[in-house]
């Protein structure tokens, strides 16, 4: 097992389990103890007892880590970890204690594993989710770890075992973790001979057994220190194994080769994709410099065009190389200033250039995501010296194009990554059977001196024909493919991994067959995760496949289910039919705009008893206000395209000549933003990267020094520095979707809508994440998009916790048609909801953390507080129902405004988050003239701290006419 992911998971598992949302990537490998919040005193879980089995198979690995986590807390909590996994490693399986035994998971579709594990957790009930995030990140999240209780998990990781000449070496990293209380250890090998031991440990005793050799070692009160190292004698010729998988056999062929490098012909013109974003500061800079002396050594004289790679491609830089020398563009790399998301797409292959050199994590998460085509002639090497870097989507592009991945660890790596540059060597160039299909190599060339194959077998007995190529010159190897081949526990999974790996190069365009690979094989892919649930019942209700025991009983509930999702689907539409009609009856109604009459001092205690207008005339200092006018009775049916009714008139006879917004400019007062706004435009740049590695791992500093950068004008810097919220959690969706929202403010749609989509794709349970991509298509003008992706929040069923979505949704597409400036297709639209509702006043708060509830709060010029509490106001202002689950919208709306001022609040009532958590960021859009061509609209972002916070957003000014 390698010394980075022992590292990563033990040291991580053992201190990092974090109680935060998302614990920090920027400064992995090694994550460090991270809490948020303001529960000053909660520590992290801590490891109280490891078990780690190691099984050996061929060349393949399996590691078992059993461990048990202890929560010093006073409280119940969630432990989320993040983790990477080197190119060779991968889940193999993953398992959670319930009710005494060790449940294993199951696969289910990425987004519906979220879905279901936060629907789970907010009903207290026991669920545990593997993930890909990105790349070769996992994240492992576990509810719950009770208050000063334990929790017990195990994950299986598989490995190739590296070759060291004619031996397997094994290594397992121990020094990487805190003190053990209880400490075990199993390692079982395939070997004819016992394995040499090097490192720690050495007091093993290895002991003949069934299948090999053996051997196990218990420790209380253990502190590991150092690495263990094993080592045994590889097989010297081709080696088969088979395996029996849910009807059907695959296999998996390993075959020796012999060294044959052999220096290649450089050519004259080479483009260099340096990936400049803030992820590419975690790499191995000096060991990429090490690797292009010796490529510009081998090159002798020549030119490059080098293209830096962040947020947007940037120009491409020209530099002569002469007679190997390279210190021009060796200085020009050197002076990187590392900032901003990764974007792959963005640039051009130039058809002069023969060969690219991609250096970058691979880890793609802005933008189009597709990386350009290249041309025939052309080759590319990807060069990853990061640790958790996509190194899938590497090689598949690597092979696409004719080179290869590389990886690139330290400067010790230098040497042989400089081989696998500057040679040819023997390469898969076509793979045959008699009767074996699927065929697929894990590469199409032999690392560690082996090439793997795999594929699914059709006859007893078959011939594998292995087509090879070194310096043009073909040949084949032949490997018989037998009914008396060893078993090997992975070999269909193998086969598996080697497929999805092949579809790396477009995931994209290759998520529906990842996904049903993913889920058959049960593997952790970007489509598919591993997901234990406490009960049957929550297999069926969320139509997941349990494990084999559960079965029986889940077809039998699962059949009620089914007729009850189509019954709710038909009922959700009737529902907002229904809520429709009676916000028409609402918009309908001639409200009086008129000076309120003084309520009856009975009348007045009762409404303060109750905290409507009564409460809102104290808390405004004006006079009480009459009682809210009740909600209308719903009306009758409308026609589906019925004409809207005439503005009614102000009862003085007035009617508003102008409406204004006036927003409270948000702006941070931390010491890093006085100096950004005090900074010459020269300066400030420099100045925010140098407050930069202070704040890397926050989302406020980002947004507070983009703000700056906007109101100085600075706007590609500006949209450069807000990228950077991509690099910071991989695929946390509350990050993300404020990053939308900022860009869409910065003007940036064509920016914002990628974000959403990959929102849209992550947390599709949720309607923010359709009504938010719609919104930013309506202001990329996709007009059509934009209304098909809103319908989509009213026709689901949603759960219970986000009121009211689908009106809100409805009355924003239904002003799209109104002023799209071309006839839009809406005949799949239900015409009983094709209305447009006009508003002189609209007033949208949303939020970023999930679990919490914040309040729109409008007060209007009679000093009446429209809120939660008081949704109908004299004159007609309307409250949307309160959302306390999360997220928002909430939402104010005024068909006919009362001239006068009308005061914007949020406010943060509270939150039942499992973790800890910061500052909430909100986000509020002041629309006057909404649903008209006329509209006008504001948008501000800002931070509300801890429960009970008010803040003034701003407000609305309604001029009158003069005269009657």
Known sequence: MSHAL????????????????????????????????????????????????????????????????????????????????????????????????????????????????????????????????????????????PAQGERRVQIRISESIPRDGQQYSYRLPLDHFNAVADFHLAIDLPSRQAPSLQGALTQLQFKPSAQGYSAVLDRDNFTPRGQLQLQWPTAAAPTVYRQSFDGEHFFVAELPVADTATPRALPRQIGLLWDSSSSGARRQHAAELALLDRYFAAMGNGEVRLVRLRDRAEAVQHFRIVNGNWEALRSALQATQYDG?????????????????????????????????????????????????????????????????????????????????????????????????????????AEDGLLRIAGRLRSANDTLRIKLLLNGQASEQRIALRTDAPDHPHAASLWARYRIAQLGAEPQLNRGEITRLGKRFSLVTAETSLLVLDNVDDYARYDITPPADYLPRFEKIRAGLVRMRVQARTRQLEDVVREFQEK???????????????????????????????????????????????????????????????????????????????????????????????????????????????????????????????????????????????????????????????????????????????????????PQSFRDLGLAYAAQQRHQDAIDTLYEVITRPWDDRFAEVELIALAELNAIVANAPTKLDTRQIDGRLLRNLPLDIRAVLTWDADNSDMDLWVTDPNGEKCY?????????????????????????????????????????????????????????????????????????????????????VGEFEVAAKSGK
């Open 341 to 445: 998301a990764t974007a792959l797409d963005g640039w051009h292959p130039h058809p002069g250039t023969a060969e690219y050199l991609l250096f970058s994590d691979g880890l793609a998460n802005y933008g189009s995501g597709s990386f350009p085509k290249l041309g025939s002639h052309q080759r590319l090497y990807a060069i990853d010296s990061s640790n958790g870097g996509d190194s899938t989507r590497l090689g598949a592009l690597a092979s696409l194009y004719g080179g290869r991945a590389i990886q690139l660890g330290s400067a010790q790596d230098v040497p042989l990554a400089a081989k696998k540059l500057l040679n040819d060597e023997a390469r898969i160039v076509g793979l045959a059977a008699d009767s074996a299909e699927q065929l697929v190599a894990a590469s199409p060339y």
């Open 584 to 766: 028409i009856s609402w918009w309908e109604q001639a409200w009086p705009k008129g000076k309120p009459p003084r309520p009856k001092p009975a009348k007045r205690q009762a409404e303060a008893e109750m905290g409507t207008a009564g409460m809102a005339a104290e808390m405004a200092g004006a006079p009480p206000m009459a009682a809210a006018a009740p909600m209308p009775a719903p009306a009758p049916a409308m026609a589906a395209r019925s004409k809207a009714v005439s503005a009614v008139a102000d009862d003085d006879g007035a009617t508003p000549a102008h409406i204004s917004i006036a927003l409270k400019p948000w702006q941070a007062n931390a010491p890093y933003a006085r100096r950004l706004r005090a900074a010459t435009s020269e300066q400030r740049y420099q100045i925010y990267l140098d407050e930069k590695p202070s704040y890397l791992n926050s989302s406020a500093f980002y947004l507070d020094a983009a703000d700056i950068f906007l109101d100085k004008g600075q706007r590609d810097l500006a949209l450069r520095i807000l990228s950077n919220l991509a690099e910071m959690d991989l695929e946390n969706r509350q990050v993300l979707r404020i990053l939308g929202y900022r860009l869409l403010q910065a003007g940036a749609p064509e920016l914002a809508v990628p974000v959403f989509e990959r929102v849209r794709q992550m947390a599709e349970e949720e």
């Open 868 to 952: 939660y509490a008081h949704r109908l106001t004299y004159q007609g202002g309307r409250m949307s129902r309160d959302f306390t689950g999360g997220y928002g919208p909430e939402e104010f709306s005024l068909k006919q405004a009362k001239p006068g001022k009308y005061k914007i609040e949020a406010n943060f009532y509270g939150q039942r988050q499992q973790v800890l958590s910061g500052e909430t960021t909100l986000q509020l859009k002041l629309t006057t003239g909404f649903g008209k061509a006329s509209a006008k609209e504001q948008m501000i972002t800002l931070r509300l701290k801890g429960e009970s916070e008010t803040v003034f």
């Open 6 to 145: 022992w590292r990563a998971c033990l040291a991580g598992l053992a201190t990092t389990l974090l109680l935060a949302a998302t614990p920090p990537v920027i400064n992995l490998p090694m994550p460090q103890p991270f809490i948020s919040g303001t529960r000053a005193n909660e520590v992290p879980i801590q490891l109280k007892q490891l078990d780690v089995r190691v099984r050996v198979a061929g060349s393949q690995a399996e590691t078992t880590l059993d461990m048990t986590f202890h929560n010093p807390n006073g409280r119940q909590l969630e432990g989320n970890l993040q983790f990477p996994l080197l190119p060779h490693q991968q889940i193999a399986g993953f398992a959670l204690d319930i009710d005494g035994a060790m449940r294993p998971a199951v696969p289910v579709e990425k987004a519906k594993g979220r879905e279901v594990f936060d629907s789970i957790e907010r009903r207290q009930v026991d669920p545990a989710l593997l993930e890909s995030t990105a790349g070769n990140f996992f994240r492992l999240r576990i509810y719950p770890i």
